[in-house]
């Protein structure tokens, strides 16, 4: 009888070994890009995004999210250290290139300590072409807490929140959006 408790539990410790590791690997970033797009998205029923400013990590400058009343404006909450917000970052900037003062894209970073001093480089390195201001507790909890990298909002020219996604978004979903509010 003792053997066969042995044995049993011998048999049944890997596989809570490898449980317990993979529930401790889906907090620390992936070192592989995911395949494809992955983000869910909730209609939001229009209310006013929450203003705030924050200092923009290259000029040091306020960002004020009201100074872009009258535009569409994209806030992407993300990481330098996150695989998806690094895929999403080109098809970000392309998008800027592509409608100019049309929109206003307002990168937030959530970077820790450990990381923040990665972003001056990472903005160099990636070209981004709108502001990226760091987060604060405040603004990630009038956003509703931000608990997963990355969630964006999609903004109108009157400031309400119309969407938000949680996860990689596709540029064809923005272009879409853009394309509707540019015209309200």
Known sequence: MKIKLVISSLMLLPLLLLTACAQQNDNK???SEPEKYDASATTASTHKA?????????TGADV??????GKVV???????????????????VDLK????DDIEIIGISVDNEKTVGDIPGFIKEKGINYPVVYYNNEVVNAYGGISSIPTSFIIDKEGNITASYVGLVDKEVYETAINKLKVL
């Open 64 to 69: 004020k999210l009201s100074d872009y009343r």
């Open 50 to 58: 929450p203003d705030f400013t924050l200092k923009n990590t290259s």
């Open 97 to 100: 290139n592509r409608y100019g």
């Open 29 to 31: 970033p992936q070192n």
């Open 74 to 92: 994209i806030i992407d909450f993300w990481a330098t250290w996150c695989p998806p917000c690094r895929r999403g970052i080109p098809d970000l």
